[in-house]
């Protein structure tokens, strides 16, 4: 396959971005998308230039790291994927194409594509997290009993893996889906109970506090969350802050 | 925002069943009409109540608005929104800005009138300067020209589709729980759909009938 990048290249987090393009025509089908990208800096580095910074771990779509806005959508075209898991075979030969860093306020660009998601973790440090017994006599967990039906929703809520591609994603860079599974994970267990109200309270504050938009209800995030974390969650935080 | 919107929703819905009544009984359009216009509670208490939720609702929509475009400082290359999100949600401030300025127009049309009647006339303070059956053949009057009756279709449609998304969203917002999203889906949007259909209906209606003047005389 012969495709054609147009990739965003800025230096460091103070400097100018701007677009580049680049020409790959050694590509499979069978490739990841980062495996593409691999390929593309092994040409940079061999010919002397900068290769392309980009976030990536696991490769197998359970970390959260890989981001990248790829024509015009986060994770790429496809549906409940991360870009990991993206493969070539999705795109055609000839191809054009255009890859941004995931773009908020809230998560400056670090270097080319690489942004900083840690205003993600001290959302998650404001109220992600629960007072346990810790002091020799932990209580089983299994001695609290939970109905299957919340333990499920808590479970799914809990896939979230703090991606950004709800942010990225939604007009109003809004943090909204992210927040909101992280509440409701805990919202629906009895162990979530008591700090269910100042959670809410800190981790809403300190999302508004890193600058992420309004939530207008579009529905773009649900749709481009590689795990599925359903609009339910945002509705059960907003339950949570105005009744909790 | 959810809670002025459905504050919106409910008067928009008060003000559909009185302008329908001029459909069904001209009599009965004029008699509340002149009630509204003339009541005190109505004027002094309601009214102010919903020129501020108008206010409150638009300048929180502005508000809204600038806040989110400042959340993304670079905006994207390529934004592919229409992948992931209806139309009337993303366009909520241009389907609201249209319905702005339609109820500007609308109020040059038939509020300023009245305050003149009412404050500078004095027909407020006055009783006998006012005529309790004006308001059929005024209205009547009003949608004798096509080119207010397209501008008011026109507004509809917008206003159609500013509720289309905006109606379900303030429950969402309000944390609607799951088991009600679909019956409140079907609601609002059906709302959505029908009551604007219905205004339209009405400017339509008082346009045909007063070009073949068969004006029936309330
Ligand atoms: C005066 C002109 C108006 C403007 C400028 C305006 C603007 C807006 C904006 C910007 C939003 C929210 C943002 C979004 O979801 O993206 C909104 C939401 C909404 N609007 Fe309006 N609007 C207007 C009139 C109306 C009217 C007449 C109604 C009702 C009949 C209405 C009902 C609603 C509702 C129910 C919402 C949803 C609130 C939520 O999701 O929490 N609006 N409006
Ligand atoms: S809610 Fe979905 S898109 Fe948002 S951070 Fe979590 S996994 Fe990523
Ligand atoms: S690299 Fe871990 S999810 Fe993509």
């Known amino acids: ?244 | 925002m959810a809670l002025s919107g459905l504050f919106l929703v409910v008067f928009l819905l008060q003000h559909f069943i009185i302008n329908f009544s001029s459909v069904v009984s001209p009599t009965t359009f004029n008699q509340w009409s002149h009630f509204m216009g003339y009541n005190v509670l109505v004027q002094f208490v309601l009214q102010p109540i919903l020129i501020f939720g108008v206010v409150f609702h638009f300048v929180m929509g502005f508000v809204l608005e600038i806040q989110n475009r400042k959340s993304r400082r670079i905006s994207y290359a390529q934004f592919k929104g229409n992948k992931n999100a209806p139309w009337v949600s993303r366009n909520m401030i241009w389907s609201g800005g249209v319905v702005l300025f339609f109820l500007i127009l609308h109020f040059i049309d038939f509020w300023i009138p009245e305050l003149n009647h009412k404050y500078i006339e004095g027909s407020m303070f006055h009783a006998e300067l006012s005529d309790p059956s004006r308001y059929y053949s005024e209205l009547v009057h009003k949608f004798e020209s096509l080119l207010r009756v397209c501008v008011y279709v026109a507004a509809f449609v917008f206003l159609a589709m500013h509720i289309y998304h905006g109606f379900s969203s303030a429950f969402q917002s309000l944390g609607m729980k799951k088991k009600h999203k679909r019956s409140l889906l079907f609601f609002t949007q059906a709302f959505a759909i029908i009551i604007p259909l219905g205004f339209c209906f009405i400017a339509l209606y008082h346009h045909l009938v007063s070009i073949h003047t068969i004006v029936p005389h309330a």
Request: include cysteine; aromatic fraction near 6%; charge should be neutral.
């Open chain 1, 1 to 244: 396959m012969k495709i054609k990048l147009k990739i965003w290249r800025q230096e460091d987090s103070k400097s100018k971005g701007r677009f580049v393009r680049y020409a790959l025509d050694s590509i499979t089908p069978e490739m990841s998308f980062l495996e593409m990208l691999d390929v593309l800096n092994e040409q940079l580095i061999s010919s002397g230039d900068i290769p392309v910074a980009f976030d990536h771990d696991c490769r197998e779509g359970i970390c959260g790291t890989c981001s990248l806005f790829i024509n015009g959508r986060a994770h790429g075209p496809d549906r409940l994927v991360t870009t990991c898991q993206l493969h070539m075979r999705r795109f055609n030969d000839g191809d054009t194409i255009v890859i941004e860093p995931f773009r908020s306020k809230a998560f400056p660009v670090i270097k080319d594509l690489v942004v900083d998601r840690s205003s993600f973790d001290r959302i998650q440090q404001s109220g992600g997290y629960i007072s346990i017994n810790t002091s020799g006599n932990t209580q089983d967990a299994n001695a609290i009993a939970i109905p299957k039906a919340d333990a499920d929703r808590s479970f799914e809520a809990a896939t979230c893996i703090g991606c950004g591609a709800c942010v990225a994603a939604c007009k109003n860079a809004s943090a909204m889906l992210f927040v909101s599974a992280k509440v409701s994970q805990y919202a629906l267990l009895p162990q979530g109970k008591v700090e269910a109200k100042n959670r809410v309270k800190n981790m809403v504050a300190q999302m508004d506090l890193e600058g992420f938009g309004n939530c207008s209800n579009t529905g773009a995030c649900e749709i481009e969350c590689p795990k599925g974390i359903s609009l339910e969650n945002i509705a059960r935080m907003n339950r949570e802050y105005l009744f909790g």
